[in-house]
């Protein structure tokens, strides 16, 4: 007997995969559907309460209506569109308007303040950012985050990782190539790390490796 089980990275409106049209991608009927789907198959399998690292907008509905027993699913925490800066980490060629399905780009640190109240304002749970960002984008996001109450999880790597560390981060999703010495400063923070490794199988296995990627 287990109690229920907790996905801590998942993204339940994507609708980056091969199989969903192009222009279906976006598309707040169909990411909803995506993501009414995907409930039922976590609860299927056991999973009582996911931590959603970036969606469209309708995740708060979603949420809302697990939350009203109007829906059947895990319990939902909802960081909302996930913050990034023009050509950052999954936005690439996306061009620099500011919203872009699941994704808030975002310029500046002033920018990046704003883009965290508004995920705020929407009901998130939490924060997601992602590199590319400056250091002064990663430090006001986060302090923005944090003055807010809310935590704030990053994907980044290599010397994006030091900086999110430096700047308060709470923790730092399926992580690339790190140094011993910020391994270290992150369990002396108490930043957490979430391996989360299915996406190196869609990076090699189906997109066919780094090239084109940031």
């Given amino acids: 007997v287990l109690p ?8 339940l409106t994507d609708g980056q995969i091969a199989t969903i049209p192009p222009a279906l991608v976006n598309d707040m009927a169909d990411g909803m559907l995506r993501g009414i789907e995907r409930m039922r198959f976590y609860i299927e399998t056991g999973i009582t309460t996911v931590r959603d690292v970036g969606s469209l907008d309708g995740i708060f509905r979603l949420k809302a209506w697990v939350g009203e027993h109007r829906l059947t699913g895990p319990r939902v925490f909802a960081a909302g569109r996930l913050i990034t ?22 310029s500046g640190a ?35 985050a944090h003055a807010l109450g809310l935590r704030v999880t990053c994907d980044c790597e ?52 780094y090239f084109g990627s940031t």
Avoid: C, N
Wanted: glycine share 12%; proline share 5%.
């Fill in 4 to 11: 229920g089980l907790i996905d801590l990275h998942t993204h």
């Fill in 85 to 106: 800066g023009p050509g950052g980490h999954s936005a690439e060629g996306l061009g620099s308007e500011p919203d872009q399905g699941l994704f808030r780009l975002a």
């Fill in 110 to 144: 002033d920018d990046w303040r704003k883009a965290v109240r508004e995920q705020f304002d929407r009901g998130a749970d939490f924060i997601k950012i992602t590199s590319h960002f400056s250091r002064d984008e990663v430090r006001a996001g986060i302090e923005e």
């Fill in 158 to 209: 290599t010397f994006y990782i030091d900086w999110a560390v430096d700047a308060g981060v709470d923790m730092i999703g399926h992580p690339l190539p790190r140094t011993d010495e910020v391994i270290q400063r992150m369990a002396a923070k108490g930043v957490a790390s979430i391996p989360t490794l299915v996406p190196y199988q869609y990076i090699f296995d189906d997109d066919g490796g």
